[in-house]
């Protein structure tokens, strides 16, 4: 089958072996998927990955339980052992025995096919579109934020970066109604927002009040964390959904000082993004850049990188 696979640099592979689904697992045809931030820190080293990256994705189960075969699904991203005590607790997200699709330890959905755990795979409604599904687990992670943290209409939010995923979450907070801006860099993105009511703030014309009650990180970039330290109000809670590759030296004594709760967060719950996507609360279709075939893999991850692209997806495969 065609893979995209991540060993001493990123390659186009067309005849890579074919995934042999074990017990309890589906094969699954991917359709369409999307490169995001994370894979891209990936090939930069993140993780020591090896392997078929790619972890958002919508495909049709090839083979699987009654239930499930034949039928379009979206996929959780953690394969966990179901049977730890952080699994038994709830916390299956943080099995210590996980693997993670494209990740760690768990080959990926830029293929022809993946296997994935039946329990993992949930199915979408006709209503939404390939190109719309793509979106469902950045989407959850987005959502994952109103899981941890309260948010009011009068709660003060801001989101730093206005990229995928950045774009996603400040999507997800303005169905609160809560005072919400964005920070970036990209016009082109700054003005989707500005679009969609939400208002968006360069980051060079920025003040910092440290008046914020939340600050959600987003940007991808090491610098974002101190923005959030210069914004946040004391005891307020600053959301970190960036990872990055590079490590870099941050002064935490405003964490310290001002008594700033610090709240990482990572993925989030399928069934909201499905049904945020099936009721168009969350639109998606306009934050698609371009589209490539899998042989042009290679091609689209330059396109990735490129800020004037916001979303780039991988085609393997008709519905």
């Known amino acids: 089958m065609r893979a995209v696979v991540l060993d001493k640099g990123l ?3 067309p005849d890579y072996p074919k995934p042999q689904p074990g017990e309890g697992q589906c094969l699954v045809r991917v359709h369409m998927a999307g490169i995001c931030a994370t894979d891209l820190q990936l090939v930069k080293g ?3 990955f090896k392997g078929v990256v790619g972890h958002e994705f919508v495909g049709t189960v090839a083979s699987g339980p009654a239930n499930l075969k034949n039928k379009r699904v979206a996929c959780e991203i953690n394969f966990v052992c179901r049977k730890c005590e952080l699994c038994l607790a709830g916390l299956a ?3 210590p025995n996980r693997t993670v699709l494209g990740i760690s330890n768990q080959d990926g959905c830029f293929a022809d096919y993946v296997v994935a755990p039946e329990h993992n795979l949930h199915p979408v409604p006709d209503s939404v579109s390939d190109e719309e599904a793509v979106f469902v ?4 992670a ?3 934020v109103l899981a941890q943290c309260p948010v009011e209409e009068r709660t003060k939010i801001t989101v730093i970066g206005s990229g995928r995923l950045g774009l996603l979450v400040a999507q997800a907070l303005k169905t609160k109604g809560c005072k919400l801006t964005v920070v970036g860099r990209n016009k082109k993105t700054l003005t989707f927002c500005e679009k969609k009511g939400i208002q968006g703030i360069h980051v060079d014309k920025l003040v910092a009040r440290q008046d914020r009650d939340v600050v959600v990180e987003c940007s991808g970039a090491a610098e974002g964390l101190t923005i959030a330290m210069e914004l946040v109000r004391p005891r307020g809670t600053i959301v970190l959904k960036s ?3 590079e490590a870099g030296a941050l002064n935490l004594a405003p964490i310290v000082v ?7 967060s990572r993925c989030g719950p399928f069934g909201e993004a499905i049904n945020a996507l099936a009721r168009q609360a969350v639109d998606v279709r306009s934050m698609i850049s371009k589209t490539f075939p899998i042989e042009k893999a290679l091609e689209a991850f330059k396109a990735a990188e490129d800020r004037n ?5 991988l085609k393997m495969n008709a519905k």
Not at 137 to 140: G, K, S
Not at 258 to 264: D, P, Q, S, T, Y
Not at 309 to 313: I, S
């Open 11 to 13: 390659r186009y592979e």
């Open 46 to 48: 993140y993780m020591d």
């Open 93 to 95: 997200t943080h099995c």
């Open 137 to 140: 687990e950045p989407l959850a």
């Open 142 to 144: 987005a959502y994952q």
């Open 243 to 245: 990872t990055h590759a």
């Open 258 to 264: 001002n008594e700033v709760n610090l709240l990482g």
């Open 309 to 313: 692209n916001v979303k780039v997806l």
